[in-house]
């Protein structure tokens, strides 16, 4: 997982519209238009707009990070890549693009790099949740049940201290760390408890970019089906 732009960011959006009609040339109001697009998934428009507050404002490493968020999401990888690189050139210390970059290598199944692009994050911001996390995963496909357990437990105990947590993305990640009964049997749980269908489709969207990995933890095809089911 990587951060991503909220639904919060859909009641900007005639805001920033109007900032943009007001002053078309405003860097951040297109990169907060790209947000409010990559939070409705609407991924070409909110490529589009990213690229329109690079090209206004063109040192703007948040507009890349977004740039390679909304990238990812619309499974280009190789142009992923590069956004996050150049995040990373204009601002080094940048946990989320390291934490970016980390999560396309681990989708493109190159684990090492993405090892490195996680700890990077770490070191950078030792109570961000999400590299955390994904280096356990890195440690689950590589099938070191250790380090998996380590950084699970301390990923998941970082995560519920934010606004950010949920039980369904709690499950998946219980799942992927190496735990699939148990996280099949918490995501049941969920579903039948009547939660919000768009926390199942985050939760569903993070499922299938772990179908896409090269080396898929054991059962994920499963878990696809039971929350499409569960949206269906």
């Known amino acids: 997982m990587r951060y991503k732009p909220t639904n919060n960011y859909l009641r900007r959006?005639?805001?920033?519209?109007?900032?943009?009609?007001?002053?078309?040339?405003?860097?951040?109001?297109?990169?907060?238009?790209?947000?409010a697009l990559q939070a409705n998934q609407q991924l070409p428009e909110a490529i589009a707009a990213y690229q329109k507050a690079i090209n206004l404002k063109s040192d703007d490493a948040d507009a890349y990070i977004g740039l390679g968020n909304a990238l990812s999401d619309n499974q280009q990888l190789p142009e992923a890549i590069a956004a996050y690189q150049k995040a990373i050139d204009l601002k080094s210390d940048d946990a989320d693009a390291h934490n970016g970059l980390g999560w396309v290598y681990l989708?493109?199944?190159?684990?090492?790099?993405?090892?490195?692009?996680?700890?990077?994050?770490?070191?950078?911001?030792?109570n961000y949740y999400s590299p955390v996390l994904n280096l356990g995963l890195v440690y689950?496909?590589?099938?070191?049940?250790?380090?998996?357990?380590?950084?699970k437990q301390r990923g998941l105990a970082l995560w519920k201290e934010t606004d950010d947590w949920d039980e369904a993305n709690q499950a998946l990640c219980i799942f992927a760390l190496g735990e699939p009964e148990q996280g099949m049997a918490e995501m049941q749980a969920v579903i039948q408890s009547g939660i919000s269908v768009e926390i199942?489709?985050?939760?569903?969207?993070?499922?299938e970019m772990l179908v896409r990995c090269p080396?898929?933890?054991?059962g994920i095809d499963q878990m696809v089906?039971?929350?499409r089911g569960a949206i269906h």
């Open 13 to 35: 959006s005639p805001l920033t519209n109007k900032a943009i009609d007001l002053n078309p040339d405003y860097a951040t109001a297109y990169y907060n238009l790209g947000n």
């Open 107 to 126: 989708l493109k199944g190159e684990l090492e790099q993405a090892k490195v692009q996680f700890e990077t994050a770490i070191q950078l911001d030792a």
């Open 140 to 151: 689950a496909l590589q099938g070191d049940q250790e380090e998996t357990r380590n950084y």
């Open 200 to 207: 199942l489709k985050d939760a569903l969207k993070g499922a």
């Open 215 to 218: 080396v898929k933890p054991e």
């Open 225 to 227: 089906e039971m929350l």
